[in-house]
């Protein structure tokens, strides 16, 4: 059975960073695309970005040239490192895996193996 864990949440101030990993265990990674999604309350989940297995990147408008998501192999993990953080940012922030990215990217509904989340809080 896949599992995947995501750590590295926390509270940030306006403009900070913060590192999130997604980290998998009896899975490898590398074949595999991998999504990271956010719910705010009271809101639906949305996708954040995707990285195929080749390496290509996807990202939400919302945050294009603020984060960055990237794979440490060696380590099975899949990081998105946040940059310029916004109040907005705020939310439980998941990954997930399916075989591609594709055009749909952004659809959580075809995306499995949910980890159980990690909360990004950005606030002064």
């Known amino acids: 059975q896949v599992q995947l864990v995501e750590s590295g949440g926390g509270l940030v101030q306006p403009g900070g960073s913060l590192r999130l990993s997604c980290a998998a265990s009896r899975f490898t990674l590398d074949y595999n695309a991998i999504g990271w999604f956010r719910q705010a309350p009271g809101k639906e989940r949305e996708g954040v970005s995707c990285i195929s297995s080749g390496g290509t990147t996807y990202y939400a408008d919302s945050v294009k040239g603020r984060f960055t998501i990237s794979r440490d192999n060696a380590e099975n993990t899949v990081i998105l490192s946040m940059n310029s953080l916004k109040p907005e940012d705020t939310a439980v922030y998941y990954c997930?895996?399916?075989?591609?990215?594709?055009?749909?990217?952004?659809?959580?509904?075809?995306?499995?193996?949910w980890g159980q989340g990690t909360q990004v809080t950005v606030s002064s």
């Open positions: 997930a895996t399916r075989q591609l990215c594709g055009s749909r990217w952004y659809d959580p509904t075809s995306f499995g193996s």
